[in-house]
């Protein structure tokens, strides 16, 4: 334990990532929850929008005031992309920022831009902290661009068959069906419970989505070429979880066992990923709550690709377990600190 | 209608097809519902099992006993593959009979081998009435393969775009996901309620689920040469419903509107096939309970790939509905009598 | 059927009942669907709102006006309550109105102003046709008020112990569990998909919703003394169905035999009520998309209480279903025209 | 933290408690995990039954070996009700024994044999810390009868009422709706996910469920005179979860607000235990994976009764959690170590 604990703000407090985050920093030996920023519920009380976080129910929310902010130790940034940049610029350099936006993870501008509209408001630390030398960057980083929900399970599925030169870079498939939370907290009609529940859609289909150019930008670092992918987004009847299957041309003569071994391989030691015993499939239900991440792969020689699925719960590996994984490392803390690999099933 | 009304036979009428096909039988104009044949129910009150069937609230099922169905006008199996051939076989070859099982599905009999075990026991006409010319194969057929569940929704979708040439026959690669009525009655630790809610899994993954070889099968005589498909199935946490996401390479210079024009000539006049208004995504809901498929489709021309994305109801137009559509053509009735395309939602 | 169908307009169409009558209307033998208005959502396609709905895809919603309607054989009024009273006063006194809203349900004026606010806008016909005399009235009615979801399970399921003396009139308990589409479709964070999946919640407890005076009502006209309800609503994840669990203190000797015989008496020859055989319990599931009620009761001897269950669809019996059966009553159609006692399961 | 730490065993291990007693064991700072007895799946790889405990990947259960269990320094109990009392009778008289089934709750042989049937084992200290005095008797207990999941949110909610008199014993009536954990494990029809999902149902209505004479009997403790209870439990589509209505008639002139500071009175200070704020009502999701009950009361005079909604999830505050709090009580651990409060939500 630390003598005295750390500060963490969290701006954005209200929706589900915010309060995610909230539950997790509770539970952890060195954060105390300091303010807690949340633009149009500002006054209300925290158990009123997160009736699960009884601990702070003498707790408001506060209105987005960066001098509030400007003590703490670790901010955390939960907002709608485009709202990261303004706030983060006004923060003091030295403080630790992780942004669980979009806003700071691409490098292309133009792919900025085209997916999300308005200016690119920089790049940050890639805060994926298993994802090749990322966690070095992450250790030494005041800025980290915390990874989007789908490209987690993705990139962490692929990226050492990838890299490994298993399977080929150019005709990437996903199809990853998300629960609901990770379509965000503003009420609509196709978010409702009688909309959502007992069925399964489709949206964003056709590469528009915007989660596709950090897929990409990730997958081509790791394959030291450029990888094209397709990606299909789907909404299931479940509040957390992606379960993503990630397919790829295989290349010559590679078995199941070669990709297995691979991503055992690639994730020796990490407290976060496990490779399942050959004959288990991810199941999302596994990870609730936790900071994991589940895998596994098979090739068929049929088809001639490799099939990869990969589960998470989309609020702690997707977004706030990840950030604050990405905060523990940068601080110095023990990168475990606060997190659990095992989730609340069934 | 008719002046003395049809006798419909359901060999499994214990299972969720049966009772599906039980369901739709009570509303249709033309049949009455005859023998009630379930195996290791025979003798238990048809409520017992199927409690929304008041109707039948006086029926019990009796033993699998061919004798019993010898007057049938028409014999529906719902049975487990494998052990249809055997009752089909001692039935009058003047006696229309439709199975919703695989055991006649497929013409390659080594295939049926591989991904069933045992013998084939045939192949008989495949029941896909919108599906090249096939009706009228139907029409005159009175032994009829009804098709698999994932293979309705996956073939109506991309069989045109192969026949027309606007996508590439060798790379296709599918991902679908199931309510679990499709995973059948038999109670298991991987179908209790406990394990299913609130998550997805996946499930042979790696080109070994039995769909696969009848999905080439069809879309391989759409095509005019070899497809070749990657096939990863999902279970969804919905009791109905199939997602279908078939992603295939994009012939040179097609435009989304190219393959939503060609989706519309194919289904132009059908009753139960649905392209939908650009801009809108199938969802199952809007097809529970009902005979229809819901298509559309995107050419992503960053990936290179058409998606097509269809939703249907496993149960409906994915078994039940098809074959009393099936029976219907067969019969001389109107082809959409006791069917309805309009799903109860939400 | 009829030479010419009836026309039926629909106001408050974008709804969840309003949608639900669609679906009825569109497989009625005698109906066409007339005019449909839905004040915000005019000019709206339909199926933007209603995806199931595909025979209405070249039909878009107009704007609430009364001149629209004039030509109508039979207007449904699904509106928020307190929006029926004014358009149904504009109505010409010879057209049949049913109204789904609350407003002309309750003979106290001073009971409506409590639980509704606002003026009373008058008593019509209560359109439940199983309840007492309720059938003749209902055949020469031109002005139904249709019950509400709640009311339906709990008086159709006490009414007739109350009527044959055999429970106490004084201290009924009720506990019932509606699905999501019984709390409208106003997108809200309460009525969210993340909200509600995964869990169950109560609300407006403590004798506060307005259905209680409701259920009253039509209790102490069946039992002909003042009957007082302690009603609790529990909000379930699923998107149709009520669970109603209504206690009553047993009058003296009273057995579950003559409980359960009272009830099957009540009911005998009712097409859309069935009183379950022995043993069995009412399942929501059972009646998903049917105008039945099932129902159960026991006899508690220990606790001095019998308790009766009962199952509903709150969107077709409990709300379009019944409207129709009303209609089709008023109109001197079949009762049962254009309704199943069937429902789609599981 | 101590020294070394202390063994757990596990029987039963391979149910829903006992993996959530695992779940928590694993986060619990003086706890190892020992032997991990079960029955029908000895020789199974513990992540086989239970994927989300990854941290014991390399674990198999045992079979049930009284020996085995020996050396443990608590043995958890998580069997059907009937089989605790041959393995407790033969383990060391100084060993911590929590018994999460029902075979040591009732003090009435009578009572248990007719509910439960069998001879009734014997009656050990009623593990519920907040009822009363009890935590002073579990902190010198070496067995421990750990309470039912319905019992634990109906009991939490209504003894303090009772205990002053603000409520009378001789007609509550309870309605309780649990998740589908709460039903067992055992493969079976009515818990598949394609029977449950989307519906709701009761069972054991009529006052035949088990729980009813725990009820009572921690009730009639509390009131100080005979307390009877009707006690209708539901099934609802949600893993895990129990909500409880309660309703007492109330004692002359009590008004929600001496309810509600009754309840505050009871619990001040109670770690695990939070009454909402007035306008709050309990929601199962906020205690999902957490020790807590949530509590909200009611006065409605209109019926005169009072009406208490109890929030848990069944397996933790309701099984294992509770398990684990007794167990720390009993060894002079911090009560809340390995434990938290704060639900996984949404």
């Not at 500060?7 to 300091?34: D, I, N």
């Not at 397919?247 to 490779?275: C, K």
């Amino acid at each position: 334990m630390t003598s005295s604990p750390l500060v963490a703000a969290v701006v954005g407090a209200s929706g589900y990532a915010g309060g995610e985050l909230l539950r997790l920093l509770l539970a952890h030996p060195s954060f105390e929850v300091g303010p807690l920023a949340a633009g149009s519920s500002a006054g209300k009380r925290v158990t009123e929008l997160h009736p699960h976080l009884t601990a702070l129910a003498d707790r408001t929310f506060i209105g987005t005031d960066v001098d509030a902010l400007i003590e703490a130790d670790v901010v955390f940034l939960a907002l709608p992309h485009g709202e990261s940049g303004a706030i983060a610029a006004a923060l003091p350099a030295g403080t630790l920022v992780v942004d669980l936006g979009a806003d700071h993870r691409l490098a292309d501008a133009e792919a900025w831009s085209r997916y999300y509209g308005g200016n690119h408001a920089g790049t940050w630390t890639y805060g994926m902290p298993e994802l090749g030398d990322q966690r070095a960057e992450i250790a030494t980083a005041r800025r980290i661009a915390n990874p989007g929900c789908y490209p987690t399970g993705v990139i962490l599925g692929l990226a050492p068959l990838l890299a490994a030169g298993l399977v080929e870079p150019d005709d990437v498939v996903v199809v990853a069906a998300s629960g609901t939370t990770g379509a965000g907290r503003k009420p609509s009609d196709a978010l409702l419970a009688s909309t959502v529940m007992g069925q399964l859609s489709a949206y964003k289909v056709g590469g528009t989505h915007q989660h596709t150019p950090e897929i990409e930008q990730a997958l081509t670092g790791a394959a030291g070429e450029r990888v094209t992918v397709s990606f299909t987004p789907l909404l299931a009847p479940m509040p957390r979880g992606i379960l993503a299957t990630t397919t790829a041309r295989l290349a010559d003569g590679v078995t199941t066992e070669v990709l297995h071994e691979a991503l055992h391989a690639a994730y020796a030691g990490e407290p976060f990923v496990t490779v399942l015993p050959s004959g288990s499939w991810p199941q999302t239900g596994a990870t609730l709550g936790a900071n994991s991440v589940h895998l596994q792969v098979a090739a068929d020689r049929h088809s001639g690709r490799a099939v990869v699925v990969s589960a998470i719960d989309n609020l702690t590996k997707g977004a706030a377990g990840q950030a604050l994984q990405n905060a523990n490392i940068a601080l110095g803390l023990p990168e475990t600190a606060g997190l659990t690999a095992i989730g609340v099933a069934p």
